[in-house]
């Protein structure tokens, strides 16, 4: 069965810094891979995927994942964190084959200290 | 354009009633999903159309939960009867045709059932 591991509930950082919220995946095949962040009271929204080719992504307000095929991860990333990235971040994974269902992680809430 | 559109924001009902949660797509989509997010957790698949039809519902927790997309245009999911474990926050999202469309999700419905 498909899963989507986000092992960390909560990620501090000070802003400036960079980051780092992490992301494990289990499924057959080579999925789609996403993230998403929801801001308080908000939807998701989407932030970046990976579809095929480089293994670094690159996405909006700056973040970028990097996919690991041979550890099945998919980390999302950012150089200089802002206080305004706090947020809850979701991973997302949908198989290739099989149908469009998109499995979601449990969330990592980021908190970016001024 | 329009995004997802979710009505109401906010239900509180007794257990043992009806609650209907209606989601109106952006228009053209062809794909619409329904997830929820209990506390904490993960957000759960529960269903999802392509136009008029159950592509898959294999997230649908039991038959008290049933949702319909009339005309392929918006959608509706009823929970009857409500039971406690039915609180948590129902997401509808849509997207593109194609598998590696990303998903632009409502801003939720929070269901609470006391």
């Known amino acids: 069965a498909q899963s989507v591991a986000q092992p960390e509930d909560q990620v501090n950082v000070a802003e400036g810094n960079p980051l780092t919220v992490k992301c494990t995946y289990s499924v057959s095949g080579n999925p789609y891979l996403f993230w998403y962040v929801q801001y308080p009271n908000r939807g998701l929204q989407f932030l970046l995927k990976y579809i095929t080719g480089d293994n670094l992504v690159k996405g909006s307000y700056g973040f970028e994942a990097e996919f690991n095929k041979s550890q099945t991860s998919f980390h999302l990333k950012k150089p200089s964190a802002l206080v305004s990235d706090s947020a809850l971040y979701f991973c997302?994974?949908?198989?290739?084959?099989?149908?469009?269902?998109?499995?979601f992680g449990a969330g990592t809430r980021l908190f970016v200290k001024a | 354009e329009a995004g997802v559109t979710q009505f109401p924001s906010h239900s509180v009902i007794e257990k043992g009633q009806t609650v209907t949660l209606r989601c109106d797509p952006i228009s053209g989509h062809d794909n619409l999903y329904w997830y929820r997010r209990v506390m904490g957790k993960e957000i759960k698949f529960l269903l999802h159309?392509?136009?008029?039809?159950?592509?898959?519902e294999s997230g649908m927790p039991n038959n008290r939960f049933l949702a319909e997309r009339t005309g392929g245009t918006y959608s509706t999911l009823k929970v009857q009867p409500a039971e406690l474990e039915d609180s948590g926050v129902y997401f509808c999202a849509s997207s593109q045709k194609g598998f590696a469309g990303e998903l632009f999700f409502g801003e939720g419905s929070r269901l609470t059932v006391l």
């Open positions: 997302a994974v949908r198989e290739r084959t099989g149908g469009f269902k998109t499995i």
């Open positions: 159309f392509v136009k008029e039809s159950k592509q898959d």
